[in-house]
């Protein structure tokens, strides 16, 4: 059971990336897929989570408006498309997935680290202003 980002690097800030998360080993199926990212010097933060069941998303404030998460169940792969980029937005994203038993609508736990089973190595993504 593996979680693979990929899609990190160096961006001028008001720029895109977009990230993905590939599994293998398992399928997303009737899971929650939630993006984490930590700043140096600051703790993980949950940004965004989505179902692989129903497609429901929900956002962090602090991205709500820039950042699009997607899943495509076909390639077992969640994506997180990110634009306008800020500075602050430097961090190591890390993607992470949890089975949930048919949930497909999840509270504010699904942006803590403790909800999830299975992380990511995460890729580094640094916005220069």
């Known amino acids: 059971v593996q979680l693979v980002e990929s899609g990190g690097g160096l961006v001028q800030a008001g720029g895109s990336l977009r990230l993905s998360c590939a599994a293998s080993?398992?399928?997303?199926?009737?899971?929650?897929i939630g993006w984490f990212r930590q700043a140096p010097g600051k703790e993980r933060e949950g940004i965004s989570w989505i179902s692989s069941s129903d497609g429901s998303t929900d956002y962090a404030d602090s991205v709500k408006g820039r950042f699009t998460i997607s899943i495509d169940n076909a390639k077992n792969t969640v994506y997180l498309q990110m634009n306008s980029l800020k500075s602050e937005d430097t961090a190591v994203y890390y993607c992470?997935?949890?089975?949930?038993?048919?949930?497909?609508?999840?509270?504010?736990?699904?942006?803590?680290?403790?909800?999830?089973?299975?992380w990511g190595q995460g890729t580094q993504v640094t916005v220069s202003s």
């Open positions: 080993g398992f399928t997303f199926d009737d899971y929650a």
């Open positions: 992470a997935a949890v089975r949930v038993g048919g949930l497909t609508h999840f509270g504010a736990s699904y942006y803590r680290e403790l909800t999830y089973d299975y």
